[in-house]
Nanobody
């Protein structure tokens, strides 16, 4: 019922900005948590950010806090990841994920999420 699709990735120079979008084409309206994860070349997938149903509670990995902003447009079934001051270390495939539950402690764990998108490539040049 939940079908996630990421978009907005691309090539950007260091210091630039990108905005990623995650659309739930299944148009699910029940409360849920949405997270962003990323997988860099040669590394395991890691947590980036998460947001609750109402958009009032957010969480960020230390590596992106202050540079990335996660937000939600409930009417459009869309979650955004605004990325600023991008660094080459941010180069990765970015994934969005969703679960119908909420847990402050578990939302950083990929096993917490039930649904995943296909990912979108972000490449930051030096």
């Amino acid at each position: 019922q939940v079908r996630l699709a990421e978009s907005g990735g691309g090539l950007v120079q260091a210091g630039g900005s990108l905005r990623l979008s995650c659309v739930d084409s299944g148009r699910v309206v029940r409360p849920y948590t949405t997270g962003w994860f990323r997988r860099a070349p040669g590394k395991e997938r890691e947590f980036v950010a998460a947001i609750n149903w109402s958009g009032t509670d957010t969480d960020y990995a230390n590596s992106v806090r202050g540079r990335f902003t996660i937000s939600r447009d409930t009417a459009k079934n869309t979650v955004y990841l605004q990325m600023a001051s991008l660094e080459p270390e941010d180069t990765a495939v970015y994934y969005c994920a969703a679960t119908p539950t909420r847990s402050r402690q578990a939302e950083r764990n990929e096993g917490f999420y039930d649904y995943w998108g296909q990912g979108t490539q972000v490449t930051v040049s030096s």
